[in-house]
Structure formats: C-alpha cells, structure tokens
C-alpha cells in the first residue's frame, strides 16, 4: 500500500459511530481522521460514496477439495473480494469432508496458499456428515475450526446432536445447524403451495423447517448451550427464535439476501437458477425476514455460496441441483432491491453483514476509526455493474444476476498495508 491516501467527503458507516462525511487518511495500515488533509497523500474523491468495513461470510462453499469443477478457494475468494467480502468460513461439505483435524490443517494450508485474504474453516458435527457418529470435534477444535456444522445437511438423530452441542459447550466451539425434518420434506423441490401445485413439481413444507428449528433450540437450550440456525425463510421460524431469545435461549440465527430478495414466484417456468434451499417463500415469508433483518431477531446475512456446473443446473427442475452463488452479487442486489429504495439501511447491513459474523466466531470485528486497523470497501451508489462471467469470477454461474445490470458496486478494497483492487490501488485520484 502507498504510505498514506486520503479518501476526501466519503460517507463512512461502521459499528458504534454516527454515519458521517468526512475525509479519511490510510496510513500505514491504519485509520486517520485528519482535521487538515496532509500534502503527501494520494487522493481519492469520496463524493457520494461510501466507505464501509469489509463484509464477512458466515455460509460460503467453496468445494475446493473434490469438486474444483465448480470452485476453488482462488476462484471463491476472487469472487468474494469483487463483491465486498474480505473473510469468510468454509463450509465442511468437500470431498472427502471435513470431519477429522487433518482435514481442517489441510484445507488451511491450502487457503494459505490460494485465498485472496484469511479465511477461517468449519468442521463437521458427524463423521462424513451422515449424522450418525459425532466426529472428531475436539482435534478439529485444536487445528482451528470455528465451527461445527453438517451444512447443507441437517442432524436428524436429536440425542446425536444433544451430544455435540454438550461437547461443544465445554470446548467452546459453535454449533451450526440446518434445521429440516426430511421426513416432511421429502424429495420437494420448491416451496410448498400454489406455485409448486401450478408447476407439478413436489413442496418443501415449511413444517420440516419450523419443527427442525423449535427442536434443535430446545436441545441447546436443556443442555445450556449455544446454537445458530442456518437458512432461515419462514416468518413462523422468525416467531419461534424470537420466543426463544426472549426466553434467554443462547441462540443466534442468519438469513441468505437471496430469501430477502425473491419469492417461490420468481421459479417461473422452471427456472433452476431459483432452486434453492431452504426453498424461496411467498412474499409474506420474504417480508417477515426483512422486518427480522432490521430488528435484529435475524443476527446476521450468509450468501449461502453454491456453486453448480452449467451441465448440472440445466438438467430439469426436479433433478437439478439446490443452489445458487451470491458471494459477488449480494452486496450490489441488496443496494439495488432494498438500500436504494429504502428498505433496509447500510447501518443495519453493516451491523448483519460484517460485524455480527465476526463476533459470533470470537473473530475481531473491523471498524474506521482511528488507530483502528484497515479493513474495509469502498462502495459506489451511483455505479452500475453488469455480472458479465468475468465479472463474477466464478467458473460456476448458476445465479439470476448472470448478465442483469444492477446499480451499486464496489469499487475499492483494501485490508492492512494490502490495497485489494480498485481505486485504492490507483485511478480515482485527483
């Protein structure tokens, strides 16, 4: 990084402080606040800009072991970074998974290698996530797991999972889990209701979500343990974790911006860019979400990251698989659908999106502030950007936003004495 650039007027958001426009120094890796711009700085105009720490993704799947047809860690992280994001955790879902010490040390020394910035690893709760044998959660613990999950997969056997979350407690590990009874969800495919009976095509009942959910807080809290529950796209799972933090339930609980953004409408004609899982809801569903977004009963946002071939996601609706990527498209979809028409706020995005997933893992949480250590993106409103292949970095593009044009992009990242890309490496400047 240059010794010292000032960014002049940019809107700064970050955790703790009143939203400002004010001129911001990088020097040396670190915040200035200066009351006279330095001489020696290159400068960037921040007019109409905004300047905000770096997001963090709690729910990312980057398939790197196994099926590196779809992504890698360099893609993944490549794609990140585009969009915002400068950490995430590692979903265990790999081939083989990531349910013993070895693997978690693999898949560290892998990223260290080829990310585009530190990640952090999840591990599994049961060996080869089939629910049945806990894995080797102390060992993973030990080699740096942040978090134990079975992700996409829920743990079916309730005394398994009791036992997980009793070790966990004691080890201080996170429990993540995917709250689905299958038994009532079946083979579904989409949402159960008019749309799915319109289409022909099997529901997912909201029931195998809503018992899956009010099951799995309740074993954490008999055994006085934390909990966070993953994907959820119900307003009555909404109710059910407000219940239950009123209760004083350790339980958090995050939300995809793709279940803010569309409904099981959206599926169309089929179209398998919307399969995903837990399945898009009728827009009361979406609106419940939103509303528990900015209240905060929804701690934090997760893009959910699934990569799938093009082969696979043109298969028909039924057979295609769940999924759908959001690590370079989330930030620009959540400013053009909600920030832009006032639905949600860039403090409340800022607060769900980088600094509640930090703090759920133990991690430290960026802030612009000074002294406090560079961490953050800058983000043009006016910008438009359009999600062209090259633009979302990934070999995989099963998304909706493939080839639309949104308004809002970021155009700036930089963390530490490391200028990421975009106009803090140059350009820009007056």
Known sequence: MEARILIRQVTVVSPGQETAVRDVLMADGHWEFPETPPGDARVIDGTGKILLPGLYDLHAHLREPGREDSETIATGTAAALAGGFTGLTLMPDTIPPVDNGGMVQSLLEIAGRTALFPV???????????????????????????????????????????????????????????????????????????????LGLPGLHPCAEEIGIARDIRLAQSCGARIHIRGVSTARSVETIRRYKSEGAAVTAEATPHHLLFTDESVGNYDTRYKVKPPLRPEADRLALLQAVRDGVIDLLATDHTPCTWFEKTRDFGSAPFGMTGLATALSALHDQLISKDLLTWEVLVARFSDAPRRLLGLEAPTIAPGAAVNAILFDPRK???????????????????????????????????????????????
Request: hydrophobic share 40%; net charge neutral.
């Open 120 to 198: 952090q690893v999840a591990g599994c709760i049961t060996k080869v996530r089939e629910g049945k044998e806990l894995a080797e959660i102390g060992e993973m613990r030990s080699r740096g797991a942040v978090m134990i999950t079975d992700d996409p997969d829920p743990v079916a056997n309730p005394q398994v999972l009791r036992r997980a979350l009793q070790y966990s407690r004691d080890l201080g590990v996170l429990v993540a889990t995917n709250c689905d009874v299958r038994e009532l969800s079946g083979q579904g495919a989409m949402h159960d209701g008019s749309i799915s009976y319109r």
């Open 384 to 430: 438009t950007i359009t999600f062209t292949p090259a633009i979302l970095k990934s070999p995989s593009l099963n998304t909706p936003f493939l080839n639309r044009t949104l308004t809002g992009a970021v155009v700036g990242a930089a963390l530490g004495t490391q200028v990421l890309f975009g106009e803090f490496v140059g350009g820009g400047s007056e």
